[in-house]
């Protein structure tokens, strides 16, 4: 509760210094603006990023909930690792840290997908109604990903200072704000930004 608390603070006082500091330009978003311009700023888009994955495990939860397609899903995930592993060199990653980092998003994608089967199947009533296509859902995901790859290429520097973890914390709790996720989706970003810092 103390840590919580703290890092309430922390994050409420870098907010208000971002905002009393200058105007946020044009381009930026409110996660952004509200992080300000250090590190933090750095490892926002790659922390929103992973958020926004975070988000769309609900759709791929309601596509697959009462049917046989099972949570864990080997050969897509497998299909995910061999396209970072070859596409990393080439944006100066090591393979094995961008497939880590990968590892942990579909982690936090199927710890949200567990959490909503638990509650749909404790409360009936909350279940999906209408079934989303997976067919459809997969591409967005594809683009994330390829968001995600560039954002970690692009935040080698941050990713690897020795404040990155505290930064890494302040900033997932912005995004974490700025998206109004309920415990489970934080819990899936806290998993989703365990493996961003290489330090």
Request: proline content about 13%.
């Given at each position: 509760m103390r840590l919580r608390s703290l890092l309430v603070t922390v994050t409420a006082v870098l907010a208000a210094s971002a905002l009393f500091a200058a105007p946020a330009p044009a381009s930026e978003s409110p996660v952004e603006s509200s992080v300000g311009s250090s590190v933090e700023s750095s490892l926002w888009r790659l922390t929103d990023l992973a958020a926004q994955r975070v988000a769309i495990a609900d759709q791929v939860a309601a596509a697959k909930y009462g049917t046989p397609s099972p949570i864990d899903d080997p050969v897509r995930e497998q299909q995910i690792y061999d396209s970072v592993a070859s596409r990393?060199?080439?944006l100066g990653?090591?393979?094995?840290?961008?497939?880590?980092?990968?590892?942990?998003?579909i982690e936090a994608?199927?710890?949200v997908q567990r959490g909503l089967y638990a509650r749909w199947d404790a409360h009936?009533?909350?279940?999906p109604t209408t079934r989303p296509d997976l067919g459809q859902i997969r591409p967005v995901i594809d683009g994330l990903n390829t968001g995600l790859l560039t954002e970690l290429a692009a935040t080698v520097p941050a990713r690897a200072a020795r404040s990155c973890p505290v930064r890494q914390l302040v900033t997932a709790a912005v995004v974490d704000g700025f998206h109004r996720f309920d415990t489970l989706h934080a819990r899936a970003l806290g998993e989703a930004t365990s493996a961003t810092c290489s330090a």
């Open positions: 990393a060199p080439g990653l090591d393979p094995a840290d961008a497939v880590r980092f990968f590892r942990a998003q994608n199927k710890l009936p009533a909350e279940a």
